[in-house]
């Protein structure tokens, strides 16, 4: 049991930002307000992500930890409206490193909580915590010592732990972020709201408050598939694509045909070298496209590639044109 964890956390946890992900977005699906990320060593000596959702009730702890036990699969494989479904990451990451979940759901009188080092799992102690989830992820790989090596170091990790926060706190306007090293804080988005604003203004907190000035809006449908975000002016370019959020029917995801089509856009107005600055938002019918490509999930596959590359490429010429530039 403890050898397949290994190998489905081989598949799903690449490094200390794939832990990052996986524990955000736990506590996305459990209705957080406020998810707090707290790091040291680049993620390899500990991760803990806390969060105010709705919490794991005591006796159902154990199965948390267990192989293939989510409270979150629907029979419809497409109607995928959390963000994971398949049971696969907490078992996974406690097979390689120590982890400790405590939590508390809003009725119960006290927390509890459970750890797994190295796959081998506890039995349910009483803590204190108030309500919501605490997971405690300490010596990341330290079961193996093989995929350790593969590290890059501290900041690369730290860098990629920053990107994956941003990436989703785009997503979650309404949720508060706050991103911390051992000994201060590194990110700090306030909650704004699910609003046209509120989502602009939390671009702002990611991308930085220039942005807004420097992008134009747009929004385009095509055939049932609605596009919508900001793009930067062509002025407003960076030497690297690392500022390219994109999102399919809300979930973040890192796609070459979306990354391919924003090139072809700016084809005519930037240098082969530069890269737009873009916060994109796809929505389309879920049956039309599989974001479960791989466990990681951040690929996506489209029914119709040329209507989403012909969405985009037409929508941010359409828009950089009518702006004049
Ligand atoms: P999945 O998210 O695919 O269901 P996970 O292994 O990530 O699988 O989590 C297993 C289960 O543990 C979840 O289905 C959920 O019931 C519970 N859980 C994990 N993290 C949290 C959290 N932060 N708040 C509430 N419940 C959680
Ligand atoms: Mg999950």
Redesign the pocket.
């Known amino acids: 049991e403890t050898m397949i964890n290994q190998i489905a956390a081989g598949e799903v946890i690449e490094r200390p930002a794939s832990v990052v992900k ?1 524990l955000v977005e ?2 996305l ?2 209705g957080a307000g406020r998810v707090e990320v707290a790091t040291a060593g680049g993620g390899l000596n500990l991760i803990r992500v806390s ?1 105010d ?4 009730p005591q006796p159902e702890l154990e199965l ?1 930890i267990s192989r293939h ?4 699969l629907t029979d419809d494989i497409h109607d995928i409206r959390s963000l ?8 996974s990451i406690g097979s390689v490193s120590r982890l400790t979940i405590r ?1 508390r759901t809003a009725n119960a009188d006290s927390a509890a909580e459970i750890s797994i080092d190295g796959g081998s799992v506890s039995s349910v102690r009483p803590a204190a915590a108030n309500r919501g ?1 605490s ?1 405690e992820v300490r010596d990341l790989f330290f079961a193996t010592p093989a995929r350790l090596k593969f590290m890059k170091g501290e900041r690369a990790e730290a860098t990629a732990i920053g990107d994956v926060v941003k990436r989703i706190a785009i997503a979650f306007p309404a949720v508060r972020f706050t991103l911390s090293g051992p000994d201060r804080t590194t990110m700090e988005l306030p909650a704004t709201d699910d609003t046209p604003e509120g989502r602009l203004a939390r671009v702002a907190q990611v991308m930085g408050k220039e942005f807004p000035q420097n992008s134009i809006a747009i929004d385009a449908v095509r055939e049932g598939v609605q596009l919508s975000g900001h793009v930067s002016i062509p002025s407003y370019s960076r030497a690297n694509a690392l500022q390219q959020y994109a999102y399919v029917n809300g979930r973040p995801v890192r796609d070459k045909l979306i990354a391919s089509a924003i090139r072809g856009a700016y084809a005519d107005v930037l240098p082969r070298d530069r890269h737009a600055v873009t916060v994109l938002f796809l929505t389309l019918d879920p049956a039309t496209v599989d974001v479960n490509v791989h466990p990681a999930k951040a690929d996506v596959r489209f029914r119709d590639p040329g209507l989403v590359r012909g969405l985009i490429v037409g929508a941010i010429r359409e828009a950089l044109a009518k702006a004049g530039l």
Do not use: M
Not at 53 to 56: A, H, Q
Not at 69 to 72: D, E, H, L, Q, V
Not at 86 to 91: K, N, Q, S
């Open positions: 996986e736990n506590a699906d459990a969060d959702g709705s919490g794991i948390a036990c989510t409270s979150k994971g479904f398949r049971g696969e990451a907490l078992p939590s989830t997971v």
